[in-house]
């Protein structure tokens, strides 16, 4: 359930961000903000007080649920509301994470080890000793495309993403590429994008050209795949259509990062995944 609730949230993200107005003035929005607050207090947050107890982290998670709502109370800028549902939605991604550490010591089924593959597992023990944020992503990721009643794979997808993102932060950060004499951004960005850091990393191994184009290839494929997903259109006549459509190109999204995973953290694959032509 706290999965939905960073769905839920991931949305209002993304429309808000693809807009160009300075400020939030209109009211469709303004009451999207209220009713998203009010689903964590009616319905999410009983969830991740069992998980975290009401400790101050949430007392802190509240008052910035109540800030959103102060929020639409005005007109107030955009970037406010930017600022605010980029905590927000980290912190609820950090009760994710607890959440399913809980499950997997108590056994559950969806998060136990004896549930994945040899490779998931070998990348995850990676992750987890790197960046433990990253590999809650990637296992969440997991456990959506193993869910049997997932209504949207939108959150699913950027699951993949943030693993993949947080990794290539980690191995390259802003500051090392940006300081390279031959760097220059792509059109329309301010920093480096996610392929030009998988460049300057494998760079910086002495890898060939034609291995670093692969890599490159696939991550641009990742990006294109999960932007389908995250701006599929689903109506009620073909709902489960669309869902099924969304969960297999999750899967093939999730083949690409787990290449690219596994050469950008070095990880011998224990069980090689199925091929993935990364130049077609």
Same mark, same amino acid.
């Given at each position: 359930?706290?999965q939905e609730?960073l769905?839920?949230?991931?949305?209002?993200?993304?429309?808000?961000k693809?807009?160009?107005?300075?400020?939030v003035?209109?009211r469709?929005? /303004?009451?999207?903000?209220i009713?998203?607050?009010s689903a964590?207090f009616n /319905?999410y947050?009983?969830?991740?007080?069992?998980v975290i107890?009401?400790?101050d982290?949430?007392?802190?998670h509240?008052k910035?649920?109540q800030?959103?709502?102060?929020?639409?109370?005005?007109?107030?800028?955009? /970037?406010s509301y930017?600022?605010l549902l980029n905590s927000?939605?980290k912190?609820?991604?950090?009760?994710?994470v607890v959440s399913l550490?809980k499950?997997?010591?108590?056994g559950g089924?969806?998060a136990?080890p004896?549930?994945?593959?040899?490779?998931e597992t070998?990348?995850i023990?990676?992750?987890?000793?790197?960046l433990?944020?990253?590999?809650a992503s990637?296992?969440q990721?997991?456990l959506?495309?193993?869910?049997v009643?997932?209504?949207?794979y939108?959150?699913?997808?950027?699951?993949?993403r943030e693993?993949l993102?947080?990794?290539l932060d980690y191995l390259?950060?802003?500051?090392e590429?940006?300081k390279?004499p031959d760097?220059?951004?792509?059109?329309?960005?301010k920093?480096?994008?996610?392929k030009q /850091?998988?460049?300057?990393?494998?760079?910086?191994?002495?890898?060939?050209k034609?291995?670093?184009v692969?890599?490159?290839k696939?991550?641009?494929v990742?990006?294109?795949?999960?932007g389908?997903v995250?701006r599929?259109?689903?109506?009620?006549a073909s709902?489960?259509?669309?869902?099924?459509?969304?969960r297999?190109?999750?899967l093939?999204?999730?083949?690409?990062v787990?290449t690219?995973l596994f050469?950008?953290?070095e990880?011998?694959e224990?069980?090689?995944s199925?091929e993935?032509?990364?130049?077609?």
């Amino acid at each position: 359930m706290i999965q939905e609730l960073l769905d839920l949230a991931d949305e209002f993200h993304n429309r808000l961000k693809a807009r160009s107005t300075v400020n939030v003035n209109d009211r469709p929005t /303004k009451d999207e903000a209220i009713a998203l607050a009010s689903a964590y207090f009616n /319905k999410y947050r009983a969830q991740i007080a069992g998980v975290i107890g009401v400790t101050d982290a949430l007392l802190q998670h509240d008052k910035e649920w109540q800030d959103l709502v102060r929020l639409a109370h005005g007109n107030n800028q955009r /970037k406010s509301y930017m600022r605010l549902l980029n905590s927000l939605r980290k912190e609820v991604r950090e009760f994710s994470v607890v959440s399913l550490a809980k499950v997997a010591d108590t056994g559950g089924h969806d998060a136990g080890p004896s549930d994945l593959s040899p490779s998931e597992t070998a990348l995850i023990s990676t992750l987890d000793r790197l960046l433990p944020s990253a590999a809650a992503s990637y296992r969440q990721g997991i456990l959506d495309l193993r869910g049997v009643d997932r209504l949207s794979y939108r959150g699913t997808a950027s699951e993949f993403r943030e693993a993949l993102r947080e990794t290539l932060d980690y191995l390259a950060p802003d500051s090392e590429v940006l300081k390279q004499p031959d760097f220059r951004p792509e059109d329309g960005q301010k920093r480096p994008t996610m392929k030009q /850091k998988a460049r300057f990393i494998l760079m910086s191994r002495g890898r060939a050209k034609t291995q670093r184009v692969s890599t490159e290839k696939a991550i641009e494929v990742v990006e294109e795949l999960i932007g389908g997903v995250v701006r599929a259109t689903y109506d009620r006549a073909s709902l489960s259509t669309h869902v099924e459509t969304s969960r297999t190109e999750v899967l093939r999204i999730k083949r690409y990062v787990d290449t690219v995973l596994f050469d950008l953290l070095e990880v011998p694959e224990v069980v090689t995944s199925p091929e993935v032509n990364l130049l077609s």
